[in-house]
C-alpha cells in the first residue's frame, strides 16, 4: 500500500515558517563551521584575554580598584578579597559556593538571598528582604526569582515587571538585573516570546556602550543561546566569558551540562574537574555543587543511575534542598523503576520550589532516554499542567513523540513549543522536519511502514519492504517475540535529516539509529561528506536495529545495555572481522576479558580507549556461547525476566542455573577452544619454534640465558620494588594484588633470530596445520615470485584452513584465479570477501559476473541485489542487476531495477521502452496457465 500523508491547514508553524527556515540553515551553517574549527566544547584551559590582563594593571587605577576588577575577571588574589567590601561574597559566588555566601558575615541580604536561592532556601531567603517599595531594583530581582520558586507566579510576573520598567540600560549593573528580571518572568509563564530578542540586543548594547570587557553580558548571552538549542553560538559565547573569567563556575557548568547531554563524556569531566578546583580555592573541604550535578547528568547519559544516585546522595547530605539535585534524583529513582522513590523525591522538590515543573521535566526527559515513552509523556504533561506557558516541556514532549514515532503528537507538542519560544533552535528543527515529513511518500507492507521523501530516493525505497518481511520472519523467529505495532523505518536523505530526526539538532556520526517504534537510517550515498556518510548495504544495518526494536519491545525497555547490543550484533549475520578476533584473542591471552559487571561498564564507563568497541565484540561472543551452551530459548528466557523487572544479577542465575561468576569461567574456557579453532593460539607457538634455533647456536644460547637472568631481575623489582617507597602516579604500589599474577609478570626479552627458509620448511613439515608457519611460508614465497603455482596454491588452501578468520588467503586465491579466469574456483573466495565487506559492493559485483558465467543464475542475482543495495544509485549497478534478475526469472525485480534507472537517468529514453518490454513480458507470463 502507498500513500502520501494528506495536506494540512496552516497552523502556527505555518505563521512562523520563514523564522524556521532561517534557524535550519543558520544552524547548519554554525554546526559546519563548528565542525571544521573542531575546538573542544569544554576547553581543555583557559587563558585570560589580554584585554582583561591590560585593563586590570593600567596604572591610574587605584589599588582598591584593581582589586576590584581582578575579582570581577576571576584573577583575585586572597589579598584582593579584604580590600573590596563583600569582596569575599562576590569570589565565592563566582566559584558557585554558595554556602561561603551564606556564612559570609560581609555578604549583603542581596547577596545572602541569592546563596540561599541557589541551595533551595528561597523561603527563608524572602523573610530577610525589604518589601519591593522599599528595596531596590537588585532587592525587587532576587525577590521575583524566591516568589516563583514559592509558586507565586502572579506575584513574580509583577516584581519581574517592576525591575523591567525602572532599570537605566545605561548602567551595567540594573542592565543585568533587568535580564535576570525578564529570564524570571519567562519562566513564569509571562512576557512576551520576542523577550529573547530583547534580551539578546540589550545585552549587547551593555557590551558595546558600558563595558566591552565586563564577562557577565557574554556568560548571560550564552546561557540564553544554550537554553534555545543555539549551540552554534553559545558554546563561542560561553568560550569568550571563560577568557574573560576563568574562574566562572556558571560558565564551566553549562559547558558541562551539555557535553554530558551530548556523550561528550571527556568533556564532562574536564567541566567537573574545572569546577571542584574551583570550589576549593578558599582551601576549605566544601563540595562543588556543580561538579556533582555535571557528574551526575554524565552517569544518568551513560545509563548508569546507581553512580547518579551516589553522587546525588552526596551532594544531598550537605545541600538537601538543592533544587537541581532533587529534580535530578526523582529522575534517577524513575530510571531506577522505583516508583516509591520516585514520589518521595518529587514531594521533596516541591516543598523547595512549590508547583515547579522542573522535577516532573527531569523525569520524563530520563524516562525518554530510557524509552520508556508512555511514563515519560505522563511525567512531561505533569510539568505542562504545572507550567502551561514553560516552553521547555512543550519541546521535551514534542521530541519524545517524534521518537515514539506520534508525529501527529509531536506537531502539536512542537508548534505550541514554537509558538512560546520561536527563538528555540531545537524544536524549530524538529518542527521543520515534521512539516518535511508530512510531504514524504508512505509505503507499507504487513509488519512495517516505510517513509521516503519523493524523487530519487525512491529507487532504495521500493526495493526494501520484501527484503524486510523476510527479515522479520527470521528475527521474530529467533526471538520468539513480535512488536505490537508496526515499524516506523524512515528512509533519510541525508545525514543532517537524520541527525535532526534522531536527536533534534544535525550533530550525530552514525547512519543508523532506533528508538524502539521507529528506525530512522540514512539513504546509503557517496557524496559530501556533510551530508552522506557513503555507501553501505542498508538490510545489514537495518537487521542490527530491527534487532533492537524486538528486544526493547520484549523487555519494555528493560535489556541491559551491553545484551541488547550484543543481541543485535549477534543477529547480523555477519563474520567477525580479522581485527576484532586478533583482539579478542589479545585480550584472552592477557587475561583481560570482561566479566558480566565490567562489559555493561565498558559501555557506559569505559576505562580505556578501545573498550566500548570491544564490549561489542566480546557482547555477541557471549551470547554465541550462550547458545551452543543453553541452547537458543536460553536468551529468550532472559529477555523474559528482564520484562518482569528482575535485576541482572539474579536474572542470569536464574535463566541459566549457573552463578554469574561460573558464566564467566566457563565462557573463558569456551572462548579459549574459539580461539584455536580461529588458529591464533597454535602451539607451539613461534616463540618456542625460534628458541630451538637459539639453542643451536653458542652466542644464542648465552643470550637466552642472559635474557632469562634479565627477566627475573625485573620480576623481583616488580614484586618487591615499591617497597618502602611512596605510593604514587606511575610509582609500583607494594598493595597492588596483580604484582602476584604470573600473566602480568614482564616478559622475557629474547635475542632477536631469523629463522631461514629451511628452518621454516622444516618445521612446517613437523607442523603442517600451523597457521604462523604457514603465512610466514606464503608471504615469504610471494614476495620472491608473485606467480603462484600448485604447491602455493594449496599451502593457501591450508592456511585458510587453518586460520579460517583472515581474508588475506581468499584476496590471493581470488586475485590468482580471477586471472586464470576459472570462475567455479574464484566465487567461493569472492563470497568470504564480500561477508567480510561493510561499503565496498566490488566483490559483490564480481560475485555476481563469475556466477553468470558459471551458469548460477540464482547466486548472480543474490550477489547483483547486494550490490543494489549498496550502490543503488549507480546506474551501471543497476544495469547488472536487471539483467541477472530477467535471467532468474525474478521479472518484477528486474522492472524494479529498470524503473529506477528512468529515476536515475531521465533523459535517456530507452528505459521508458525497457519498461514497457518488462511490462509485457510479466502479462504475458500471467497468461500463461499454471501447470
Request: net charge negative.
Amino acid at each position: 500500500m502507498r500513500h502520501r500523508d494528506e495536506h494540512r491547514s496552516p497552523g502556527p508553524a505555518a505563521r512562523i515558517s520563514l523564522r524556521v527556515a532561517a534557524l535550519f540553515t543558520g544552524l547548519f551553517l554554525t554546526a559546519t563551521a563548528s565542525g571544521q574549527e573542531r575546538a573542544p566544547m569544554v576547553p581543555e584551559s583557559v587563558s585570560p584575554s589580554p584585554l582583561v590582563t591590560q585593563a586590570i594593571s593600567a596604572e591610574f587605577l587605584s589599588e582598591e580598584e584593581q582589586a576590584a576588577l581582578r575579582i570581577r575577571h576571576g584573577l583575585w588574589s586572597m589579598e584582593d578579597l579584604s580590600l573590596v567590601p563583600g569582596g569575599r561574597a562576590l569570589a565565592a559566588a563566582d566559584l558557585g559556593r554558595w554556602d561561603l555566601v551564606v556564612d559570609d558575615p560581609e555578604a549583603s541580604v542581596v547577596q545572602r538571598v541569592t546563596a540561599l536561592h541557589h541551595l533551595g532556601r528561597s523561603a527563608e531567603g524572602r523573610l530577610e528582604l525589604p518589601s519591593l517599595e522599599d528595596g531596590g531594583l537588585d532587592s525587587a530581582s532576587i525577590r521575583a526569582a524566591t516568589s516563583l520558586a514559592a509558586g507565586e507566579q502572579e506575584r513574580a510576573l509583577d516584581e519581574a515587571d517592576f525591575v523591567i520598567d525602572k532599570v537605566d540600560f545605561n548602567d551595567m549593573e540594573e542592565g543585568l538585573l533587568a535580564i535576570e528580571a525578564y529570564r524570571t518572568r519567562l519562566a513564569a509563564g509571562g512576557g512576551d516570546p520576542r523577550d529573547f530578542d530583547v534580551m539578546i540586543d540589550r545585552l549587547g548594547g551593555l557590551r558595546s556602550r558600558v563595558d566591552r570587557i565586563d564577562p557577565r553580558p557574554r556568560l548571560l548571552e550564552g546561557l540564553l543561546l544554550l537554553e534555545r538549542g543555539n549551540t552554534g553560538e553559545g558554546i563561542p559565547a560561553l568560550h569568550e566569558a571563560l577568557s574573560l573569567n576563568p574562574r566562572s563556575a556558571e560558565a564551566w557548568l553549562a559547558l558541562g551540562r551539555l557535553a554530558a547531554r551530548r556523550f561528550d563524556f571527556d568533556g564532562a569531566e574536564r567541566a567537573a574537574d574545572t569546577l571542584e578546583r574551583l570550589a576549593g580555592a578558599f582551601n576549605d573541604d566544601g563540595i562543588s555543587i556543580g561538579a556533582m550535578i555535571v557528574r551526575a547528568r554524565s552517569a544518568l547519559t551513560r545509563n548508569d543511575p546507581d553512580l547518579a544516585a551516589d553522587l546525588l546522595d552526596r551532594l544531598l547530605e550537605v545541600h538537601p534542598r538543592q533544587p537541581e539535585a532533587l529534580a535530578l534524583r526523582a529522575a534517577v529513582a524513575a530510571v531506577q523503576y522505583d516508583q516509591e522513590q520516585d514520589v518521595d523525591w518529587l514531594a521533596r522538590l516541591d516543598e523547595v520550589e512549590h508547583q515547579s515543573p522542573r522535577g516532573w521535566y527531569e523525569v520524563g526527559s530520563a524516562l525518554s532516554f530510557d524509552r520508556q515513552y508512555d511514563a515519560a509523556a505522563e511525567a512531561l504533561a505533569e510539568a505542562i499542567r504545572r507550567r502551561p506557558r514553560w516552553p521547555e516541556s512543550h519541546v521535551g514532549l514534542g521530541m519524545l513523540q517524534m521518537q515514539a514515532a506520534r508525529d501527529d503528537r509531536a506537531r502539536a507538542a512542537l508548534e505550541t513549543a514554537v509558538e512560546l519560544d520561536p527563538y528555540h533552535k531545537g524544536a524549530a528543527f524538529s518542527l521543520f522536519l515534521l512539516e518535511e515529513l508530512a510531504e514524504f511518500e508512505t509505503i507499507e507492507s504487513e509488519h512495517f511502514l516505510l517513509r521516503y521523501r519523493p524523487g530519487e530516493d525512491e529507487v532504495v525505497a521500493l526495493g526494501m519492504l520484501e527484503p524486510l518481511e523476510r527479515m522479520h520472519e527470521d528475527l521474530v523467529g529467533r526471538f520468539r517475540h513480535e512488536p505490537e505495532r508496526k515499524t516506523v523505518i524512515e528512509l533519510m536523505p541525508d545525514h543532517e535529516f537524520f541527525a535532526v530526526r534522531i536527536t533534534g539538532m544535525p550533530a550525530i556520526h552514525t547512519i543508523a539509529a532506533c528508538t524502539g517504534p521507529l528506525i530512522a537510517i540514512e539513504v546509503p550515498r557517496v557524496g559530501s561528506p556533510r551530508k552522506h556518510l557513503g555507501i553501505f548495504d542498508w538490510l545489514r544495518v537495518l537487521r542490527h536495529e530491527y534487532a533492537h526494536t524486538i528486544t526493547l519491545s520484549q523487555t519494555g525497555n528493560r535489556i541491559p545495555h551491553w545484551l541488547t547490543e550484543a543481541a543485535a550484533v549477534s543477529i547480523e549475520g555477519v563474520p567477525r572481522t580479522y581485527d576484532t578476533c586478533g583482539k579478542l584473542a589479545m585480550r584472552w591471552r592477557q587475561g583481560d576479558l570482561f566479566d558480566l559487571d565490567e562489559i555493561n561498564f565498558a559501555f557506559i564507563r569505559p576505562k580505556r580507549p578501545g573498550d566500548r568497541s570491544m564490549a561489542y565484540a566480546q557482547g555477541a561472543w557471549m551470547v554465541e556461547f550462550m547458545n551452543e551452551r543453553w541452547g537458543d530459548q536460553a536468551l529468550i528466557d532472559l529477555m523474559e525476566l528482564y520484562f518482569e523487572g528482575i535485576q541482572e544479577k539474579d536474572a542470569i542465575p536464574k535463566a541459566l542455573g549457573i552463578e554469574r561468576d561460573d558464566f564467566h569461567a566457563e565462557f573463558l574456557e569456551w572462548a579459549g577452544q574459539q580461539i584455536q579453532e580461529w588458529g591464533l593460539d597454535p602451539s607451539p607457538s613461534l616463540d618456542e619454534l625460534a628458541d630451538r634455533v637459539r639453542e643451536e647456536d653458542p652466542d644464542q644460547r648465552e643470550a637466552m640465558l642472559e635474557a632469562r637472568r634479565e627477566r627475573l631481575a625485573r620480576i623481583a623489582d616488580f614484586i618487591s620494588g615499591g617497597i618502602g617507597r611512596p605510593a604514587g602516579p606511575g610509582g609500583i604500589d607494594p598493595r597492588d594484588p596483580s604484582r602476584f599474577i604470573v600473566e602480568q609478570w614482564p616478559q622475557i626479552r629474547r635475542p632477536p633470530v631469523e629463522l631461514d627458509d629451511e628452518a621454516l620448511e622444516g618445521f612446517l613439515e613437523e607442523h603442517p596445520g600451523h597457521p604462523d608457519l604457514l603465512e610466514l611460508v606464503i608471504r615469504r614465497r610471494l614476495r620472491a615470485d608473485e606467480t603462484l603455482d600448485d604447491s602455493l596454491v594449496e599451502l593457501l588452501d591450508r592456511y585458510a584452513e587453518a586460520r579460517p578468520v583472515d581474508p588475506y588467503p581468499h584476496r590471493v586465491l581470488a586475485r590468482h584465479h580471477l586471472q586464470e579466469e576459472d570462475a567455479e574456483a574464484v566465487v567461493p573466495h569472492l563470497i568470504e570477501l564480500d561477508l567480510r565487506s561493510d561499503k565496498d559492493p566490488g566483490f559483490a559485483l564480481e560475485i555476481a559476473r563469475q556466477a553468470r558465467r558459471i551458469g548460477d543464475r540464482s547466486l548472480a542475482f543474490k550477489a547483483a541485489e547486494r550490490a543494489a543495495r549498496m550502490h543503488a544509485y549507480d546506474p551501471a549497478t543497476r544495469e547488472l542487476a536487471a539483467s541477472c534478475s530477467i535471467e532468474a526469472g525474478r521479472l518484477q525485480d528486474a522492472r524494479r531495477h529498470i524503473a529506477a534507472l528512468a529515476v536515475l537517468e531521465p533523459q535517456q529514453p530507452r528505459h521508458a521502452k525497457r519498461l514497457q518490454a518488462i511490462d509485457r513480458l510479466i502479462e504475458s507470463r500471467k497468461a500463461i496457465p499454471a501447470g
